[in-house]
């Protein structure tokens, strides 16, 4: 009796959520019909400063992978590699804010730097939006060409009945839905209903994680990269997110349940391949339309990995959840904890930056060890389009110059209080540190506990 019941459940669950989704993906505009979007966001002139951010990859790893990818390697012979780096927070946007304004500002409504110069052609991508005040000159990760609105109304359905589907998620929720959902019947009625021709690009042949929509689009993006010879000055700026946990792919870029999968150190080395490989084909895009040269190019990521990683699973269907620790880092400093924190050890603070400037041409990639700070692009992107006496305010090393031209700088890093502090700035002190010391020796001399 009781299985009878139960199954009656099961069925009506799934007829109801499928009668809804249908009716709801069924209402939506024909994605073929594009709305306005930001058109500039490829399109480059005869000056270029482009900034290229990854979320979420450790210096140490990114070295890492270079040292054994040839082909890698062999593309950014003309940057420089900087493997000691420092973000001022743990977390992207405000992470991104000391590293556009030289040091962390709490309001953030009447912003005086380059992204807001009316005489430069501006568009960004994702997460730099917060720093742009007029919003025309960004594009929403999933606003590339509307090809969102039917992912996101799908995504609204799964997280409705299921609960988040990030990194809290339990998949018995996701499992489900997915095998539901996820078949090729679902994907074609979709092509066929909201991209009126069932031969379009479907993005629910790859997309099973919020966090993935922008690899999709990383492609549509740079697939269509156009030299504009009308546009004189311009600033390109992009922030993904598919290199973050809790997204996992393999090498090749296809997605790994990431409730299934390790998410592991070991497996940031398979994550780093796939960055790579799209890496290199932005890069070979830049070259093919003659923008490269021309242009100062920043790629870099907006800080490291957690200390630890929180596993939530299931081990059949009618189990919600169980939990479980697991370190992310073996080896020293990168293993330790900062004031006993959960997520945010010494680890998640150190990011990586390389970085061409126009017309550079080397032989071999240029390997920096100097301690740096993200802080130091804002005077990086500042020299690329005005004078030092401009760019001097910030108090900041120009990355692309000689090692001989830099200075002694003080620095804003934000520390997690104790082991309770999550995503709240309250949650943070903050610190001042000198560049002449490392992040270990600052961490000890200041008496910090780290364990």
Same mark, same amino acid.
């Given at each position: ?7 009656d ?9 499928v ?8 209402s939506k ?7 306005n ?13 482009i900034i290229?951010?990854?979320d979420?990859?450790?210096g140490?790893?990114?070295f890492?992978?270079?040292n ?8 950014i ?5 900087y ?8 977390f992207?946007? @405000? ?7 030289g ?5 953030i409504?009447n ?7 009316e005489?430069l052609d501006?568009?960004?991508y994702?997460?730099y939006k917060?720093m742009?005040?007029n919003?025309?000159n960004?594009l ?7 090809? @969102?609105g ?20 339990t998949?018995?929720?996701t499992?489900?839905v997915d ?6 019947? *679902? ?5 066929i209903?909201s991209?009126g ?6 993005p629910?042949d ?6 993935f929509?922008?690899?999709f689009e990383?492609?549509l993006?740079f ?14 700026a992009y ?5 973050h946990w809790?997204?996992?792919v ?5 997605e ?5 999968a390790?998410?592991s150190?070991q ?15 932005f890069?070979n ?11 100062m190019?920043?790629?870099? @990521?907006?800080?490291?990995k957690?200390?630890y990683i929180q ?14 620790l697991?370190?992310?880092y073996?080896? *020293?400093p990168?293993?330790?904890k ?8 010494y680890?998640r ?6 970085i ?9 990639l240029?390997?920096r ?5 993200l802080h ?6 500042c020299?690329?389009y005005y004078?030092?006496?401009v760019?001097n ?7 692309? @110059? ?9 620095y804003?890093i934000?520390?997690?209080?104790n ?5 709240k ?10 560049n002449?010391?490392s ?13």
């Amino acid at each position: 009796m009781k299985k009878k019941k139960l199954s009656d459940f099961v069925f009506r669950f799934i007829f109801i959520y499928v009668v809804i989704n249908l009716i709801l993906i069924s209402s939506k505009v024909n994605l073929n019909k594009q709305n306005n979007f930001n058109s500039k966001i490829n399109q480059f002139g005869k000056q270029n400063l482009i900034i290229l951010s990854f979320d979420g990859l450790t210096g140490i790893k990114m070295f890492e992978e270079i040292n054994k990818n040839i082909e890698l390697k062999d593309t950014i012979k003309d940057f420089i590699f900087y493997k000691n780096v420092t973000t001022a927070w743990p977390f992207t946007n @405000s992470s991104i804010n000391a590293e556009i304004n030289g040091k962390f500002i709490k309001n953030i409504s009447n912003l005086k730097n380059f992204l807001n110069d009316e005489n430069l052609d501006v568009s960004v991508y994702s997460s730099y939006k917060n720093m742009v005040l007029n919003k025309k000159n960004t594009l929403e990760k999933g606003k590339y060409k509307n090809y @969102s609105g039917s992912y996101k109304l799908n995504k609204f359905m799964q997280t409705y009945f299921t609960g988040s589907t990030g990194r809290w998620a339990t998949s018995i929720g996701t499992s489900f839905v997915d095998s539901i959902f996820y078949n090729k019947f *679902y994907k074609k009625f979709i092509n066929i209903v909201s991209f009126g021709n069932k031969d379009k690009i479907n993005p629910f042949d790859k997309i099973y994680n919020e966090y993935f929509v922008d690899l999709f689009e990383y492609d549509l993006i740079f697939d269509e990269i156009s030299f504009n010879e009308n546009i004189k000055n311009t600033v390109r700026a992009y922030h993904f997110t598919f290199s973050h946990w809790p997204v996992l792919v393999d090498e090749n870029c296809n997605e790994v349940n990431y409730l299934d999968a390790e998410n592991s150190y070991q497996h940031e080395s398979i994550v780093i391949k796939c960055v790579s490989k799209k890496i290199i084909k932005f890069i070979n895009q830049l070259k093919k339309n003659n923008i490269y040269d021309n242009s100062m190019i920043i790629i870099k @990521s907006d800080h490291g990995k957690p200390n630890y990683i929180q596993k939530t699973y299931s081990e059949n269907i009618f189990q919600i959840f169980n939990k479980r620790l697991d370190k992310y880092y073996n080896q *020293y400093p990168y293993n330790l904890k900062i004031n006993d924190s959960f997520y945010w050890g010494y680890g998640r603070y150190k990011a990586f930056v390389m970085i061409k400037d126009r017309n550079m041409n080397n032989n071999n990639l240029e390997i920096r060890k100097r301690h740096i700070f993200l802080h130091d692009l804002s005077t990086t992107y500042c020299n690329f389009y005005y004078n030092d006496e401009v760019c001097n305010k910030f108090n900041r090393n120009n990355l692309a @110059s000689s090692e001989n031209l830099f200075n002694e700088y003080i620095y804003d890093i934000y520390l997690p209080k104790n082991k309770n502090s999550f995503t709240k700035r309250s949650d943070f002190i903050k610190y001042e540190i000198s560049n002449s010391i490392s992040l270990i020796d600052f961490l000890k001399i200041n008496k910090i506990n780290i364990n």
